[in-house]
Protein backbone atom coordinates (compact mmCIF):
# COMPACT_ATOMS: atom_id res chain seq x y z
CA UNK A 1 0.00 0.00 0.00
CA UNK A 2 1.19 3.82 -0.42
CA UNK A 3 2.74 5.57 2.31
CA UNK A 4 2.87 9.52 2.90
CA UNK A 5 3.67 11.57 5.74
CA UNK A 6 1.94 14.37 4.82
CA UNK A 7 -2.15 14.07 4.22
CA UNK A 8 -4.82 16.90 2.80
CA UNK A 9 -8.54 16.29 3.64
CA UNK A 10 -10.46 18.83 0.90
CA UNK A 11 -13.26 20.53 2.22
CA UNK A 12 -16.57 22.00 0.33
CA UNK A 13 -15.33 22.95 -3.70
CA UNK A 14 -12.08 20.77 -3.47
CA UNK A 15 -12.79 17.25 -4.33
CA UNK A 16 -9.62 16.63 -5.95
CA UNK A 17 -5.96 17.93 -6.53
CA UNK A 18 -5.05 18.61 -10.45
CA UNK A 19 -1.21 18.56 -9.67
CA UNK A 20 -1.21 15.23 -8.56
CA UNK A 21 1.02 12.91 -10.41
CA UNK A 22 1.13 8.85 -10.51
CA UNK A 23 -2.11 8.61 -8.93
CA UNK A 24 -3.56 5.53 -7.43
CA UNK A 25 -7.20 4.96 -5.54
CA UNK A 26 -6.90 3.06 -2.53
CA UNK A 27 -9.88 2.00 -0.95
CA UNK A 28 -9.36 1.24 2.86
CA UNK A 29 -11.60 -1.02 5.53
CA UNK A 30 -11.48 0.86 8.78
CA UNK A 31 -12.39 -0.46 12.53
CA UNK A 32 -14.59 2.54 12.17
CA UNK A 33 -15.78 1.69 8.40
CA UNK A 34 -15.25 2.81 5.14
CA UNK A 35 -14.06 6.94 4.75
CA UNK A 36 -15.96 9.37 2.80
CA UNK A 37 -14.11 8.18 -0.12
CA UNK A 38 -11.22 6.16 -1.85
CA UNK A 39 -8.04 7.94 -0.94
CA UNK A 40 -6.17 9.42 -3.70
CA UNK A 41 -2.19 8.80 -3.21
CA UNK A 42 0.08 10.10 -6.17
CA UNK A 43 3.09 12.44 -6.17
CA UNK A 44 2.88 16.30 -6.05
CA UNK A 45 6.32 17.60 -7.55
CA UNK A 46 7.73 14.38 -6.02
CA UNK A 47 6.64 14.27 -2.46
CA UNK A 48 4.05 11.66 -1.55
CA UNK A 49 0.90 13.04 -0.40
CA UNK A 50 -2.39 11.39 0.48
CA UNK A 51 -5.80 13.31 -0.54
CA UNK A 52 -9.39 12.74 0.51
CA UNK A 53 -12.91 14.17 -0.25
CA UNK A 54 -14.39 15.17 2.80
CA UNK A 55 -17.53 15.16 1.19
CA UNK A 56 -17.48 12.46 -1.15
CA UNK A 57 -16.02 13.38 -4.71
CA UNK A 58 -20.20 13.92 -5.26
CA UNK A 59 -20.62 15.85 -2.24
CA UNK A 60 -23.18 13.32 -0.90
CA UNK A 61 -21.95 13.41 2.97
CA UNK A 62 -23.58 16.30 5.29
CA UNK A 63 -20.98 16.55 7.79
CA UNK A 64 -22.97 14.34 10.91
CA UNK A 65 -22.70 11.62 8.10
CA UNK A 66 -19.49 12.31 7.83
CA UNK A 67 -16.75 9.23 8.81
CA UNK A 68 -15.08 10.99 10.50
CA UNK A 69 -13.44 8.23 12.82
CA UNK A 70 -12.74 6.18 9.60
CA UNK A 71 -11.10 9.58 7.63
CA UNK A 72 -8.22 10.04 10.14
CA UNK A 73 -7.64 5.99 11.01
CA UNK A 74 -7.30 5.75 7.12
CA UNK A 75 -5.09 8.50 7.03
CA UNK A 76 -2.95 7.09 10.05
CA UNK A 77 -3.30 3.83 7.85
CA UNK A 78 -0.91 5.15 4.77
CA UNK A 79 1.68 6.73 7.28
CA UNK A 80 0.44 10.24 7.68
CA UNK A 81 1.99 12.58 10.02
CA UNK A 82 1.12 16.01 8.81
CA UNK A 83 -2.64 16.94 8.13
CA UNK A 84 -4.01 20.13 6.28
CA UNK A 85 -7.54 20.68 6.30
CA UNK A 86 -9.07 22.83 3.61
CA UNK A 87 -12.17 23.82 4.43
CA UNK A 88 -15.05 26.27 3.21
CA UNK A 89 -16.07 28.96 6.19
CA UNK A 90 -18.46 31.87 6.87
CA UNK A 91 -16.82 34.95 8.53
CA UNK A 92 -17.70 36.29 11.67
CA UNK A 93 -15.87 38.87 11.33
CA UNK A 94 -16.22 41.88 9.06
CA UNK A 95 -12.25 42.35 8.94
CA UNK A 96 -12.57 38.74 7.26
CA UNK A 97 -13.98 39.34 3.77
CA UNK A 98 -15.22 36.84 1.02
CA UNK A 99 -11.70 34.85 -0.20
CA UNK A 100 -9.92 35.73 2.66
CA UNK A 101 -7.61 32.57 3.97
CA UNK A 102 -7.90 32.09 7.58
CA UNK A 103 -5.82 29.71 10.09
CA UNK A 104 -7.75 29.29 13.20
CA UNK A 105 -5.69 28.33 16.30
CA UNK A 106 -8.44 27.75 18.33
CA UNK A 107 -12.05 26.01 18.19
CA UNK A 108 -15.41 25.95 19.63
CA UNK A 109 -17.64 22.82 19.88
CA UNK A 110 -21.08 23.42 19.25
CA UNK A 111 -21.65 19.74 17.57
CA UNK A 112 -24.35 17.15 19.15
CA UNK A 113 -24.33 13.92 16.85
CA UNK A 114 -20.88 12.62 16.51
CA UNK A 115 -18.45 10.80 18.12
CA UNK A 116 -15.27 12.62 18.32
CA UNK A 117 -12.85 10.08 19.98
CA UNK A 118 -11.51 6.65 18.85
CA UNK A 119 -11.30 5.03 22.43
CA UNK A 120 -13.82 3.72 24.40
CA UNK A 121 -14.67 0.08 24.93
CA UNK A 122 -12.59 -0.67 27.65
CA UNK A 123 -9.71 1.47 26.99
CA UNK A 124 -10.20 5.21 28.23
CA UNK A 125 -7.78 8.06 26.99
CA UNK A 126 -7.68 11.74 27.93
CA UNK A 127 -5.70 14.14 25.35
CA UNK A 128 -4.34 17.59 25.71
CA UNK A 129 -6.34 20.18 23.97
CA UNK A 130 -5.71 23.09 24.97
CA UNK A 131 -3.60 24.09 21.92
CA UNK A 132 -5.96 22.04 19.25
CA UNK A 133 -3.46 23.30 16.22
CA UNK A 134 -0.30 22.15 15.68
CA UNK A 135 1.95 25.60 15.83
CA UNK A 136 4.29 24.60 13.60
CA UNK A 137 2.16 23.29 10.85
CA UNK A 138 0.25 26.69 10.86
CA UNK A 139 3.09 28.81 10.77
CA UNK A 140 4.43 26.84 8.17
CA UNK A 141 0.38 27.12 6.17
CA UNK A 142 0.76 30.55 6.56
CA UNK A 143 4.32 31.23 5.29
CA UNK A 144 3.11 29.37 1.99
CA UNK A 145 -0.02 31.64 2.08
CA UNK A 146 1.65 34.65 2.24
CA UNK A 147 4.73 33.70 -0.49
CA UNK A 148 2.10 33.45 -3.12
CA UNK A 149 0.54 36.85 -2.69
CA UNK A 150 -2.75 35.88 -3.83
CA UNK A 151 -5.08 38.24 -5.19
CA UNK A 152 -7.85 39.82 -3.76
CA UNK A 153 -7.16 37.72 -0.51
CA UNK A 154 -5.99 38.39 2.79
CA UNK A 155 -4.41 36.09 5.25
CA UNK A 156 -5.68 36.55 9.05
CA UNK A 157 -3.18 34.23 11.08
CA UNK A 158 -4.98 33.05 14.37
CA UNK A 159 -8.62 32.78 15.23
CA UNK A 160 -11.39 31.04 16.73
CA UNK A 161 -13.28 28.65 14.64
CA UNK A 162 -16.74 27.92 15.70
CA UNK A 163 -17.54 24.43 14.78
CA UNK A 164 -21.33 23.55 14.70
CA UNK A 165 -23.34 20.97 13.81
CA UNK A 166 -25.37 21.92 10.44
CA UNK A 167 -26.84 20.86 7.82
CA UNK A 168 -28.73 24.30 8.52
CA UNK A 169 -26.84 27.77 9.01
CA UNK A 170 -27.04 29.44 12.25
CA UNK A 171 -30.18 31.36 12.98
CA UNK A 172 -28.92 35.44 13.73
CA UNK A 173 -29.04 35.22 17.22
CA UNK A 174 -26.62 32.35 17.38
CA UNK A 175 -24.83 34.20 14.75
CA UNK A 176 -24.51 37.25 17.01
CA UNK A 177 -23.99 35.55 19.71
CA UNK A 178 -20.78 33.81 18.47
CA UNK A 179 -19.71 37.11 17.47
CA UNK A 180 -19.63 38.20 21.24
CA UNK A 181 -17.27 35.26 21.41
CA UNK A 182 -15.19 36.71 19.72
CA UNK A 183 -14.98 33.81 17.24
CA UNK A 184 -13.74 34.28 13.76
CA UNK A 185 -15.13 31.96 11.36
CA UNK A 186 -18.21 28.68 11.52
CA UNK A 187 -17.65 25.62 9.89
CA UNK A 188 -19.83 22.24 10.71
CA UNK A 189 -16.34 19.50 10.47
CA UNK A 190 -12.70 21.00 11.31
CA UNK A 191 -12.96 20.75 15.56
CA UNK A 192 -14.09 16.74 14.77
CA UNK A 193 -10.71 16.15 12.86
CA UNK A 194 -8.64 17.81 14.60
CA UNK A 195 -9.48 15.62 18.09
CA UNK A 196 -9.39 12.14 16.30
CA UNK A 197 -5.59 13.93 14.37
CA UNK A 198 -4.47 14.70 17.74
CA UNK A 199 -5.55 11.05 19.08
CA UNK A 200 -4.09 9.48 15.87
CA UNK A 201 -0.78 11.83 16.72
CA UNK A 202 -0.92 13.66 13.68
CA UNK A 203 -0.05 17.23 13.65
CA UNK A 204 -3.02 19.07 12.22
CA UNK A 205 -3.43 22.35 10.77
CA UNK A 206 -6.59 23.97 9.12
CA UNK A 207 -6.77 26.10 5.69
CA UNK A 208 -10.13 28.51 6.39
CA UNK A 209 -11.22 29.97 3.40
CA UNK A 210 -14.25 32.81 3.92
CA UNK A 211 -17.15 31.73 1.18
CA UNK A 212 -19.58 34.57 2.63
CA UNK A 213 -20.40 36.23 5.80
CA UNK A 214 -22.47 34.60 8.31
CA UNK A 215 -26.05 35.86 8.45
CA UNK A 216 -25.29 38.49 11.31
CA UNK A 217 -23.84 40.75 8.40
CA UNK A 218 -26.35 43.64 7.31
CA UNK A 219 -25.70 42.89 3.66
CA UNK A 220 -26.14 39.15 3.98
CA UNK A 221 -29.50 39.18 2.27
CA UNK A 222 -27.62 40.64 -0.49
CA UNK A 223 -25.67 37.33 -0.58
CA UNK A 224 -26.68 35.00 -3.83
CA UNK A 225 -25.83 31.49 -4.39
CA UNK A 226 -23.94 31.91 -7.37
CA UNK A 227 -21.75 34.50 -5.33
CA UNK A 228 -21.34 31.63 -2.77
CA UNK A 229 -20.32 28.58 -5.23
CA UNK A 230 -18.17 30.74 -7.20
CA UNK A 231 -16.25 31.75 -3.92
CA UNK A 232 -15.88 28.10 -3.52
CA UNK A 233 -14.39 27.44 -7.06
CA UNK A 234 -12.48 30.30 -5.99
CA UNK A 235 -10.98 29.24 -2.91
CA UNK A 236 -10.75 25.72 -4.63
CA UNK A 237 -7.78 27.25 -6.80
CA UNK A 238 -5.90 29.14 -4.30
CA UNK A 239 -6.31 26.29 -1.97
CA UNK A 240 -4.14 24.05 -4.37
CA UNK A 241 -1.62 26.59 -5.08
CA UNK A 242 -1.33 27.25 -1.28
CA UNK A 243 -1.45 23.03 -1.00
CA UNK A 244 1.10 22.44 -3.32
CA UNK A 245 3.65 25.09 -1.63
CA UNK A 246 3.05 23.58 2.22
CA UNK A 247 4.05 20.09 0.91
CA UNK A 248 7.57 21.92 -0.46
CA UNK A 249 8.15 23.23 2.65
CA UNK A 250 7.30 20.37 4.77
CA UNK A 251 9.51 18.56 2.63
CA UNK A 252 12.29 20.66 2.67
CA UNK A 253 11.91 21.45 6.62
CA UNK A 254 9.79 19.19 8.54
CA UNK A 255 8.14 20.78 11.68
CA UNK A 256 8.52 18.84 15.42
CA UNK A 257 5.05 18.75 16.33
CA UNK A 258 3.37 17.53 20.17
CA UNK A 259 0.90 16.07 18.57
CA UNK A 260 3.38 13.16 17.64
CA UNK A 261 3.42 12.24 21.18
CA UNK A 262 -0.15 13.10 22.04
CA UNK A 263 -0.85 9.80 23.92
CA UNK A 264 2.33 9.06 25.64
CA UNK A 265 0.71 9.44 28.86
CA UNK A 266 -3.23 10.14 27.51
CA UNK A 267 -3.99 6.45 28.16
CA UNK A 268 -5.36 6.21 31.52
CA UNK A 269 -6.24 2.51 31.43
CA UNK A 270 -3.65 -0.08 31.87
CA UNK A 271 -2.92 -1.79 28.45
CA UNK A 272 -1.66 -4.69 30.02
CA UNK A 273 -5.12 -5.70 31.52
CA UNK A 274 -7.77 -3.81 28.18
CA UNK A 275 -9.59 -5.99 26.52
CA UNK A 276 -7.66 -7.77 23.71
CA UNK A 277 -10.44 -6.83 21.13
CA UNK A 278 -10.19 -3.10 21.78
CA UNK A 279 -6.78 -3.15 22.08
CA UNK A 280 -6.55 -4.58 17.94
CA UNK A 281 -9.19 -2.23 17.00
CA UNK A 282 -6.64 0.65 18.38
CA UNK A 283 -3.30 -1.76 17.42
CA UNK A 284 -2.49 1.42 15.00
CA UNK A 285 -2.76 4.19 17.50
CA UNK A 286 -1.41 2.02 20.54
CA UNK A 287 1.33 -0.68 19.25
CA UNK A 288 3.93 2.24 20.03
CA UNK A 289 2.95 1.72 23.38
CA UNK A 290 2.17 -1.72 24.23
Not at 88 to 105: N, R, T
Not at 163 to 183: D, I, Q, V
Not at 272 to 289: E, I, M, S, V
Amino acid sequence: MAQADIGIIGGSGLYKMDALTDVEEITIDTPFGKPSDALICGQLDGTPVAFLARHGRGHSLMPTELPFRANVYAMKSLGVKYLVSASAVGSLKEEVKPLDMVIPDQFIDRTKDRVATFFGEGIVAHISFGDPICKNLAALLGDAVESLDLAGVTLHRGGTYVCMEGPAFSTKAESHLYRSWGATVIGMTNLTEAKLAREAEMAYATLAMATDYDCWHPDHDSVTVEMVIGNLQKNAVNAQLVIRDVVRRLTENPPSSEAHSALQYAVITPLATAPAATKAKLGLLLDKYM
